[in-house]
């Protein structure tokens, strides 16, 4: 059993910049790790992919702006979001895939683009 925490969410005016972690319980190098986000009302939606192999891939309305990086001797993956949005509003979750099954998600984080 792998536990993910992310952390650092909060409001932030539009234009604005946060950075994201997630911590995972156990190793992470095994895995495919994504952010997801989830609007109110809306169903949750892929944000960013790293693969296992360090490949990276983006939804269309954050590319240029959101960058996903990871640091397996800390278990942590990261989203950098700059220029961000008010549509970028949003309960942020990671999740966790490793190749022989298992997935894993976390609690999730509230993100609020807000003047």
């Known amino acids: 059993q792998v536990q993910l925490v992310e952390s650092g969410g909060g409001l932030v005016q539009p234009g604005g910049s946060l950075r994201l972690a997630c911590a995972a319980s156990g190793s992470i190098s095994s895995a495919a790790t994504d952010w997801y986000r989830q609007a109110p009302g809306k169903e949750r939606e892929l944000v960013a992919r790293c693969a296992r192999d360090g490949n990276t891939n983006y939804a269309d309305s954050v590319k240029g702006r959101f960058t996903i990086s990871r640091d397996n001797a800390k278990n942590t993956v990261y989203l950098q979001m700059n220029s961000l949005k008010p549509e970028d509003t949003a309960v942020y979750y990671c999740?966790?895939?490793?190749?022989?099954?298992?997935?894993?998600w976390g609690q999730g984080t509230q993100v609020t683009v807000s003047s």
């Open positions: 999740k966790a895939t490793y190749f022989w099954g298992p997935l894993y």
